[in-house]
């Protein structure tokens, strides 16, 4: 399985992005899939989730202005970030619990990150 995050880049604040990840490979079925973000000397942290039936989870810094949402046809889930701040800037990671067959147990994994930079 292989996941393929792309939409980062530089923007100023009170700007918008909206990240991408694809899944590809042996896909029986997703079950969470997620953001996370690592800034510069801090630990990696949720930003949000969802899961196959759709309930989302955020952490607080980001409640209001970003929205996770999946496409399950594309096997590819989304964030889209609004009135970002500063401190949002970081290298996003995807991360999804993928099953390859019908017999199989959900395994863990994770994109490659893309990088976000909040500036003026």
């Known amino acids: 399985v292989q996941l393929r995050a792309s939409g980062g880049g530089l923007v100023q604040p009170g700007g918008s992005l909206r990240l991408s990840c694809a899944a590809s490979g042996s896909i029986f079925g997703i079950n969470h899939m997620g953001w996370y973000r690592q800034a510069p000397g801090k630990q990696r942290e949720l930003v949000a989730s969802i899961t196959s039936a759709g309930f989302t989870n955020y952490a607080d810094s980001v409640k209001g202005r970003f929205t996770v949402s999946r496409d399950n046809a594309k096997n590819t889930v989304y964030l889209q970030m609004n009135s970002l701040k500063p401190e949002d800037t970081a290298v996003y990671y995807c991360?999804?619990?993928?099953?390859?067959?019908?017999?199989?147990?959900?395994?863990?994994?994770w994109g490659q990150g893309t990088l976000v930079t909040v500036s003026s």
């Open positions: 991360n999804v619990d993928v099953r390859a067959t019908i017999w199989g147990n959900y395994q863990n994994y």
